[in-house]
């Protein structure tokens, strides 16, 4: 059974940082696409990164380009996002989930590319 456990949330300042955590259990998924993404109050589901298992390569949405890094770990099967200059608007569940491919498609910011999802950790950053 695949599982997606999500850490590493919490309220922050607007300005500072936090790095949030997604183990994978379940399965290897050291060649599977593994994204994030976040949902805030009344406002769909959006993609923020995503990071292919074969080359490493990442996209980000243009809101958080420059601000946040995602990484992964294969050996932890582990996928990190590392946020700095939180903003307000950065409030939101952030949810990490996978794409059983291991390149990242044309549609990687549709949720509907990702088979498998964590429940969520809630970030909230305060002005």
């Known amino acids: 059974q695949v599982q997606l456990v999500e850490s590493g949330g919490g309220l922050v300042q607007a300005g500072g940082s936090l790095r949030l955590s997604c183990a994978a259990s379940g399965h290897t998924f050291s060649t599977y696409v593994m994204g994030w993404f976040r949902q805030a109050p009344g406002k769909e589901r959006a993609f923020v990164a995503a990071?292919?298992?074969?080359?490493?390569?990442?996209r980000y949405a243009s809101s958080v380009k420059g601000r946040f890094t995602i990484s992964r770990d294969n050996a932890k099967n582990t996928v990190y996002l590392q946020m700095n200059s939180l903003k307000p608007e950065d409030t939101a569940v952030y949810y990490c989930?996978?794409?059983?491919?291991?390149?990242?498609?044309?549609?990687?910011?549709?949720?509907?590319?990702?088979?498998?999802w964590g429940q969520g950790t809630q970030v909230t950053v305060s002005s």
């Open positions: 989930a996978v794409d059983s491919r291991s390149y990242i498609s044309a549609y990687y910011y549709r949720a509907s590319e990702y088979e498998y």
């Open positions: 990071v292919s298992g074969s080359s490493g390569s990442t």
